[in-house]
């Protein structure tokens, strides 16, 4: 993730963009139907600039957001400090994946949110990752998928690269912050995490229909409210959910025997 505060503005407004809030609002939807009803430890792995930390915190949980890069943190600060009722239930903390400091501790739901992407490979992250979780915790990771690369640039009219990309079989492409992105499968997230002890759960596609949009697309609420609907309903149904931008997959760890 080295040289990721290059891109930290792009990505405050991607997430302020109607477009960026549809990533958000159906992780956060499902993150709440699968998060117990009592406040929960969570940890946000590379939170950023805290978008999902403070969602989570804004429903009752206590959560720890974690990002290596020093400005997203004091983007994330300033956004906790204009909601002074949330900080006692944040905290913030300057680690990447390698030096998560948090041997001691196991949380009820740890995310990962739109990082395995920037990484060569996730079999090691996703073995840091599983081993945060405690009994009867859940893991959510959202990744690029890599099925879909291709999709985004064709809809797009970018011929060319969509032709180059499919017909290459190609498992990286340029993101929507101008980087090269790495996609990964639903299928191989959750056969990792099912070999490190994690029950797989249903995965969802995140953004089938409106991802080749920019961040310039402004519904109406009525016309939002539809969109939202209509990428929910079809995020659990394949053909649809194979062809999303990003998989949200999630998995939980079985709680202790006797408990």
């Given at each position: 993730m080295t040289g990721f505060d290059a891109v930290g503005a792009a990505y405050a407004s991607h997430s302020d963009s109607a477009r960026g809030r549809l990533r958000h609002d159906l992780v956060e939807r499902r993150l709440l139907t699968e998060l117990p009803a009592r406040p929960a430890a969570v940890l946000?792995?590379?939170?950023?600039n805290g978008e999902m930390t403070l969602r989570l915190a804004a429903a009752g949980h206590r959560v720890?957001?974690?990002?290596?890069?020093?400005?997203?943190?004091?983007?994330?600060a300033d956004r906790l400090a204009a909601r002074p009722g949330l900080a006692d239930r944040v905290r913030l903390v300057g680690a990447d994946l390698a030096s998560l400091p948090f041997d001691g501790e196991r949380f009820d739901?740890?995310?990962?949110?739109?990082?395995?992407?920037?990484?060569?490979?996730?079999?090691?992250?996703?073995a840091r990752l599983a081993g945060l979780v405690a009994p009867g915790?859940?893991?959510?990771?959202?990744?690029?998928?890599?099925?879909?690369?291709g999709v985004r640039e064709a809809l797009a009219g970018e011929y060319a690269t969509a032709r180059r990309l499919i017909?290459?079989?190609?498992?990286?492409?340029?993101?929507?912050?101008?980087?090269e992105t790495r996609g990964d499968t639903a299928e191989a997230l959750d056969r990792l995490a099912a070999d490190h002890g994690l029950t797989p759960l249903p995965w969802q596609g995140v953004r089938i229909f409106h991802d080749h949009l920019d961040d310039t697309w402004a519904p109406d609420p009525v016309a939002y409210a539809a969109a939202l609907e209509l990428e929910w309903a079809a995020s659990?149904?394949?053909?649809?959910?194979?062809?999303?931008h990003l998989v949200h997959t999630l998995a939980r760890r079985p709680e202790r025997s006797g408990s």
């Open positions: 946000d792995v590379g939170c950023g720890t957001g974690a990002d290596p890069s020093a400005r997203m943190l004091a983007a994330a739901a740890v995310c990962c949110h739109g990082v395995l992407m920037y990484l060569d490979e996730p079999g090691e992250a996703l915790g859940l893991l959510s990771v959202l990744a690029k998928n890599r099925r879909s690369i017909e290459s079989g190609a498992d990286r492409s340029v993101g929507n912050l101008g980087r659990w149904r394949s053909p649809h959910r194979d062809m999303s």
